[in-house]
């Protein structure tokens, strides 16, 4: 299918791994030219030279952190305009929220509200100004269904949520949509240490840790990246101008409900 934004520029964040590259990896693929970000410049080089040989859409990269005032001025100074935004960042720890302090909270809800709707508010009048514009943000299927421990990203992310069904609605008549994509469990490095450390926890080993989790997983397998990264480029084409303020889970059936 072609999807119809050959040419367009998207910004892409947390894209030198995981998740983010795969969003990164399909757009470019359709020939979208992708500024990828992440706080660390090596990954992010690497990154980029394996999204350039695809060889349809450019790709350029700005090493920046984009909960920082700086960071985010330091994108738009050299790229002041995108057709297509990517939110997305690495969600806190897991914890007790006895343990939790103003601080640690401050540190969650910078990174997976704040800082994704000040990218919305630096992108979202020049797309309505240009008539096209798609908005997707990686949040986490713990918004809609909740797990114990990740209260700092279930309370950020769902702050970015209701944020956007508001905004969403004020957007799309002017060509604009917005939408959330809630990843359940994909097979990335971030799955692979997360069993790590909850193995060194219960004294167990990795593989009996991700043997346990499969089999309870109604498609008895993990998502691949590369399945989200296709669903993100859909919802960036022009094919989903009725598509808006929603938000779509992608966790293999894993949410027991009807709605």
């Given at each position: 299918?072609?999807?119809?934004i050959?040419?367009?520029k998207a910004?892409?964040?947390?894209?030198s791994a995981?998740?983010?590259?795969?969003?990164?990896?399909a757009?470019?693929?359709?020939?979208?030219?992708?500024?990828?970000?992440?706080?660390?410049e090596?990954?992010?080089?690497e990154?980029a030279a394996?999204?350039?040989?695809?060889?349809?859409?450019?790709?350029?990269?700005?090493?920046?952190?984009?909960?920082?005032?700086?960071?985010r001025?330091?994108?738009?100074?050299?790229?002041?305009d995108?057709?297509?935004?990517v939110?997305n960042a690495g969600?806190?720890?897991?914890g007790?929220?006895?343990?939790?302090?103003?601080?640690?909270?401050?540190?969650?809800?910078?990174?997976?509200?704040?800082?994704?709707?000040?990218?919305i508010?630096?992108?979202?009048?020049?797309?309505m100004?240009?008539?096209?514009?798609?908005?997707?943000n990686?949040t986490?299927?713990?918004?809609?269904?909740?797990i114990?421990?990740?209260?700092l990203?279930?309370?950020?992310?769902?702050g970015?949520?209701?944020?956007v069904?508001?905004?969403?609605?004020?957007?799309?008549?002017?060509?604009?949509?917005?939408?959330?994509?809630?990843?359940?469990?994909?097979?990335?490095?971030r799955?692979?240490s997360?069993?790590?450390?909850?193995?060194?926890?219960?004294?167990?080993?990795v593989?009996?840790?991700?043997?346990?989790?499969l089999?309870?997983?109604?498609?008895?397998?993990f998502?691949?990246?590369?399945?989200?990264g296709?669903?993100?480029?859909?919802?960036?084409?022009?094919?989903?101008?009725?598509?808006?303020?929603?938000?779509?889970?992608?966790?293999?059936?894993?949410?027991?409900?009807?709605?």
């Amino acid at each position: 299918m072609d999807l119809g934004i050959a040419d367009k520029k998207a910004l892409v964040c947390g894209a030198s791994a995981g998740l983010g590259y795969a969003c990164a990896e399909a757009l470019v693929k359709d020939g979208v030219h992708v500024v990828i970000v992440a706080r660390t410049e090596g990954p992010l080089r690497e990154a980029a030279a394996r999204l350039s040989a695809h060889g349809a859409g450019q790709v350029s990269w700005v090493a920046a952190d984009v909960t920082s005032d700086e960071g985010r001025a330091r994108i738009f100074a050299a790229h002041p305009d995108f057709d297509i935004l990517v939110t997305n960042a690495g969600g806190p720890p897991m914890g007790d929220f006895r343990t939790w302090d103003r601080d640690t909270w401050h540190r969650a809800i910078d990174a997976n509200m704040l800082a994704p709707i000040e990218l919305i508010k630096a992108t979202v009048d020049g797309m309505m100004a240009r008539g096209f514009g798609r908005i997707v943000n990686l949040t986490s299927s713990a918004v809609k269904s909740p797990i114990d421990g990740l209260g700092l990203s279930i309370g950020a992310r769902s702050g970015l949520t209701g944020f956007v069904a508001g905004l969403a609605r004020s957007t799309v008549a002017r060509g604009v949509t917005i939408n959330n994509l809630l990843p359940g469990t994909f097979d990335t490095a971030r799955l692979d240490s997360n069993f790590t450390a909850q193995a060194r926890r219960e004294g167990t080993t990795v593989d009996a840790v991700r043997a346990a989790r499969l089999a309870k997983h109604p498609a008895h397998r993990f998502g691949a990246a590369s399945e989200l990264g296709h669903t993100c480029a859909y919802l960036c084409s022009v094919h989903a101008g009725y598509i808006n303020g929603q938000n779509i889970m992608l966790d293999g059936g894993s949410f027991p409900g009807v709605f």
